[in-house]
């Protein structure tokens, strides 16, 4: 796996450095005194100070929602070259903008399904359980590639005990959202999922099936694939509707579909640790 950096020489060190962070956001991700890396999502860009400027090219960075593009032109409005507007040539919202030494900066936000561009510890503090999503079905190509990525979770022994029941039925979705209070999100969805374990397969059934399933969360939001916890659903009503034997366990039926919203980062309590 490669990963890169984009370098500017620049005049303005601290000036450049402060828009960027302040500004657009982006962290310090490397300071080497002459030359700042800054890190936003999977971008890394550095500028080292210099007798002279690089500024040709153009700096683009996207956002997560339309919003998002908005509150940026807020606080560059002094700064950019129009209002953003809609490019139904490339189905993106945006708008330009110029950096303290001139460079082209361009905010945008793209109006359909992405392949995974976030970096891992992104889609870590970014998944969301998500309940509320549009009627756009998922395609099987997406499906399948999420699954492919999920088939990766660790298991005892290497056993890959799990497997997944697809629920595109209107009717069963119907069944599964009126299991339990909890499981009312299921019927927001265009389909469902539910994450299975076989224990004539693995001994530890329940723990492999359960790390998969959070895999499984995971892999989905790395495609933009809003998802949402649902315990309590290794019922014998569950297998009934979905013709899972009964003694196989079934860690979740997720809810499965493109986010409607974008639930907002809840507060975190501190890292508990204690040392012997």
């Not at 139904?88 to 945008?108: G, L, S």
């Not at 992104?122 to 999503?133: E, G, K, P, T, Y």
């Not at 660790?154 to 209070?181: C, G, H």
């Not at 004539?200 to 723990?207: D, L």
Request: glycine letters at 4%.
């Amino acid at each position: 796996m490669m990963n890169g950096i984009i370098f500017f020489k620049t005049r303005k060190l601290a000036e450049v450095t402060a828009f960027y962070t302040r500004t657009l956001g982006m962290s310090i991700w490397l300071d080497q005194a002459d030359c700042v890396i800054l890190k936003k999502g999977n971008l890394l860009l550095g500028f080292c100070q210099r007798d002279s400027v690089d500024a040709q090219g153009m700096i683009t960075i996207f956002t997560e929602n339309r919003d998002e593009v908005d509150q940026i032109y807020s606080l560059l409005r002094e700064r950019a070259d129009n209002a953003p507007v809609f490019n139904k040539t490339y189905q993106i919202y945006q708008f330009f903008a110029r950096d303290p030494e001139n460079r082209a900066v361009e905010i945008q936000w793209f109006d359909h399904s992405l392949n995974p561009y976030r970096s891992g510890s992104d889609l870590l503090i970014s998944r969301r359980s998500v309940r509320s999503f549009t009627s756009e079905p998922v395609s099987d190509e997406i499906l399948h590639r999420i699954l492919d990525s999920t088939r990766y979770a660790p298991s005892a022994r290497n056993s890959q005990p799990v497997y997944f029941v697809a629920v595109r039925s209107e009717d069963k979705i119907r069944k599964l959202a009126n299991v339990r209070s909890a499981a009312a999100p299921i019927a927001n969805a265009p389909m469902a999922l539910a994450n299975v374990a076989d224990p004539g397969i693995s001994r530890r059934a329940v723990q492999d099936g359960d790390i998969a399933a959070y895999h499984l969360l995971l892999a989905a939001w790395d495609y933009g694939v809003g998802t949402c916890w649902i315990a309590d659903m290794d019922r014998p009503e569950v297998k009934t509707i979905l013709k899972i034997p009964d003694h196989h366990y079934i860690s979740t039926v997720t809810p499965l579909g493109w986010p409607a919203e974008s639930p907002p980062i809840r507060e975190r309590r501190l890292v508990s640790l204690k040392n012997l």
